[in-house]
Nanobody, 124 residues
Framework: VQLQASGGGLVQAGGSLRLSCAAS????????MGWFRRAPGKEREFVSA????????YYADSVKGRFTISRDNAKNTVYLQMNSLKPEDTAVYYC??????????????????WGQGTLVTVSS
């Protein structure tokens, strides 16, 4: 599985960005997908996740109400719509996948494959 994250950039506080993560393979509809981020000097942390069906979504408290995860299984792509961005959202954002899985999606150990990351910078 190869994951390609894109959509990062520089945005002012209060602005919006949409990240995309395109996956290779024919079984994307069987992947649970997640987004994590790593801010400078910090550990990688959970941001959001979505089950393979798209029926359940999960968010870190810090982004709840501002970020929305979604997926288009026909396009093998998962999205992270980020609104009302804050300087503390500045980080490299990574997408990750786990196939045929119904367990926890909150930890890096829950995922098998990772994308290369895309940088989001929010200026104040």
């Amino acid at each position: 599985v190869q994951l390609q994250a894109s959509g990062g950039g520089l945005v002012q506080a209060g602005g919006s960005l949409r990240l995309s993560c395109a996956a290779s393979g024919r079984t994307f509809s069987s992947y649970a997908m997640g987004w994590f981020r790593r801010a400078p000097g910090k550990e990688r942390e959970f941001v959001s996740a979505i089950r393979s069906s798209g029926g359940s979504t999960y968010y870190a408290d810090s982004v709840k109400g501002r970020f929305t995860i979604s997926r288009d299984n026909a396009k093998n792509t998962v999205y992270l719509q980020m609104n009302s961005l804050k300087p503390e959202d500045t980080a490299v954002y990574y997408c990750a996948s786990r196939i045929y899985y119904s367990g926890s999606l909150y930890y890096t150990r829950d995922y098998d494959y990772w994308g290369q990351g895309t940088l989001v910078t929010v200026s104040s």
